[in-house]
């Protein structure tokens, strides 16, 4: 599968659940203690460290991009797709929120403090992902921050699943690690979590330091 083919598969999969997805998802923090608690650390990292905004890429209709800038430090959203940007700029006129695509990102080198990617690099083919944690490093300040959420599993190569949306996939949180580490990446802490009910699989959170 080609970048732009998937690109363009994943895009039209989330144009057309984008309502039933805010509906579903956007107070779904409420009911996640430990990763809020995590957002809540990378926050206190990202405003401590203040290089610059957060971007929370893969925002969907917003919700995680509003709970951060709530913490604290300034946050914007970018999507792939513009049904997920329309919902977020409907729900939260107050914070700006982008089209665009983490495989080419229209930010210039070192000028982030830190990319929240949550559930959002599930969709991107594995044999991809490096690149996307290059752009990742590529646009994070030295020190910057960076926290992922993704599905997790024991074996060390990539799962492909049925998600919902559209072909996704799983990793071990020490498979993720290390590619984040040939990306240029330090491992600052991780969470792995049960699934609540509901939930099919283990769910994970890396979080991680751009290496100076
Ligand atoms: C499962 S949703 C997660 C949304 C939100 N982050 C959350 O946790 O509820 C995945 C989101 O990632 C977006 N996405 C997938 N691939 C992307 C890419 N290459 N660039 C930007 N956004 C992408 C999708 O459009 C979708 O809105």
Redesign the pocket.
């Known amino acids: 599968m080609t970048e732009q083919s998937t690109?363009h598969d994943?895009?039209v999969a989330?144009d057309a659940i984008?309502s039933l997805?805010a509906e579903l998802?956007s107070n779904?923090l409420e009911t996640l203690p430990m990763e809020r608690a995590l957002l809540a650390a990378f926050a206190e990292l990202v405003q401590t460290h203040d290089a610059g905004p957060v971007a929370?890429?893969?925002?969907?209709?917003g919700?995680?991009t509003a709970h951060m800038n709530a913490l604290g430090p300034a946050t914007f959203g970018?999507?792939?797709?513009s049904a997920?940007i329309a919902l977020a700029r409907q729900a939260h006129p107050n914070l700006q929120f982008d089209e665009?695509?983490?495989?080419a990102l229209n930010l210039a080198d070192g000028t982030l403090g830190g990319i929240?990617?949550?559930?959002?690099?599930?969709?991107?083919p594995p044999q991809q992902l490096p690149a996307?944690f290059t752009e990742f490093e590529r646009v994070l300040a030295p020190g910057g921050h960076l926290m992922l959420?993704f599905f997790a599993g024991d074996n060390p190569v990539p799962q492909e699943f049925d998600h919902k949306?559209t072909l996704a996939y799983r990793w071990s949180p020490d498979s993720l690690a290390d590619l984040l580490r040939q990306a240029g990446f330090a491992e600052v802490a991780r969470l792995q979590r049960e699934p609540r009910t509901g939930e099919r699989f283990q769910q994970a959170s890396l979080l991680a330091r751009k290496k100076p």
């Open positions: 690109l994943t895009r989330y984008a997805y998802f779904v929370d890429i893969g925002c969907g209709p919700h995680i970018i999507d792939l797709s997920m665009g695509s983490m495989t929240i990617a949550f559930y959002s690099v599930i969709h991107t996307v959420g949306v």
